[in-house]
């Protein structure tokens, strides 16, 4: 039995941060999903911008959807969707056993719009429609504008990945979001079964203060950020709130742990995903973090629901002068920065192939 399948058995979904054409034409994805207990994948600007940036497989499509007059945004969106669909039929069989829990693929909106409520909402509904698969979640940054925008498209029907939460104050706004969001619906008379997860970023945490604590604390911040919100997560599923709703049909929102991938050279390469052994959650993992788990992993304890010694431990870095909750606000702006560059890197390499195909 494969260290994957032990968290699999656990109750804990194993999500790959990645989706190339490669993956797919060579079988890759398929292997990881029959060998390595993999169930669903994440995507994002970044992780486009590598794929179609650094390979020439994407040319073909590209020419091809410039010369019938696509170019920038919507020219990408047709040209992820590809990927995203075969996928999403791959994890098909998986998503129809679970009744829908499990099974997802994740496409993110344009980072352009993180301040614009309306328009990402717009965005939202555009690709659950183009996409025409059930089990593709659109990805929303959970960030001020964000909120509400994760609310109306909740109530839309939009199958929402919250992005980019730092906190679990962060956390607990995007689930409140959802619940208004499904508490409408119920009011409304629609099916309150619109699915969500939400994506708290970890690892960031530690390369960010890597130089500012002492050596008994590296690597250990995105642990323990992670450890309070899920017991703020395991706290709001206990809540008569939450328990009305799921008495109504509604399903819960998924706490997934995003950027698991240790930063730190001299950390264990597995360090985040084991830290994070929690059933009933998702752990979306790159390749490097996924094979080397699977192959040199451990499980030696799960993550416990009262947050165990979490908070002591984020006294311990307020005493060093880290200021958490400041620190998650600029973690989130400068994520939101991050996807925003690669997202003019991945325009500008369309731009440069298709004019490439103009010119032929």
């Keep these: 039995m494969t260290m994957t399948q032990n968290l699999h058995d656990l109750g804990q979904s194993l999500w790959l941060d990645n989706i190339t054409r490669e993956l797919l034409d060579n079988g890759t994805l398929r292997r990881y999903i029959d060998e390595l207990s993999i169930t669903g994948l994440t995507s994002n600007p970044t992780i486009f911008d590598e794929a179609i940036g650094g390979s020439s497989l994407y040319d073909g499509s590209i020419q091809q959807k410039a010369r019938s007059g696509l170019s920038g945004e919507t020219l990408f969106v047709e040209l992820a969707l590809e990927d995203l669909r075969r996928a999403a039929d791959l994890f098909r069989p998986v998503f129809d056993r679970s009744g829908g829990i499990d099974g997802w693929v994740s496409m993110e909106i344009s980072p352009l719009l993180a301040d614009d409520t309306q328009a990402t909402v717009e965005a939202a509904r555009n690709i659950h429609r183009l996409a025409d698969r059930p089990n593709l979640y659109v990805k929303i940054p959970g960030t001020p504008a964000g ?92 809540t008569p709130r939450w328990r009305a709703l799921a008495a109504a049909g509604a399903l819960k929102q998924r706490l997934l742990w995003a950027s698991t991938g240790s930063k730190d050279p001299q950390a264990r390469p597995g360090l985040y995903v084991e830290a994070l052994a929690a059933p009933d959650t998702i752990d979306t993992m790159p390749e490097k973090t996924l094979l080397d788990f699977s192959a040199n992993g451990r499980i030696d304890s799960v993550m416990p629901a009262d947050g165990g010694d979490a908070l002591k431990v984020l006294q311990r870095f307020a005493g060093a002068g880290i200021d958490v909750d400041a620190l998650a606000a600029t973690l989130q702006i400068e994520g939101a920065g991050a996807f925003v560059k690669s997202w003019a890197e991945l325009m500008q390499s369309i731009a440069d192939k298709s004019a490439a195909a103009a010119a032929t």
């Excluded at 109530?155 to 689930?175: D, E, K």
């Design 147 to 238: 909120v509400p925008a994760i609310e109306e498209a909740v109530f839309a029907g939009v199958p929402v990945n919250v992005t980019l939460l730092f906190s679990h104050q962060h956390y607990l706004a995007a689930a409140g979001a959802y619940m208004r969001a499904v508490e409408r619906r119920i009011a409304a008379g629609l099916d309150p079964r619109v699915s969500s997860v939400a994506s708290l970023f970890v690892s960031r945490w530690d390369r960010a203060v890597a130089n500012r604590v002492a050596p008994e604390l590296r690597n250990r911040l995105g642990i323990a950020v992670a450890t309070r919100t899920y017991r703020a997560h395991c706290e709001l599923m206990a």
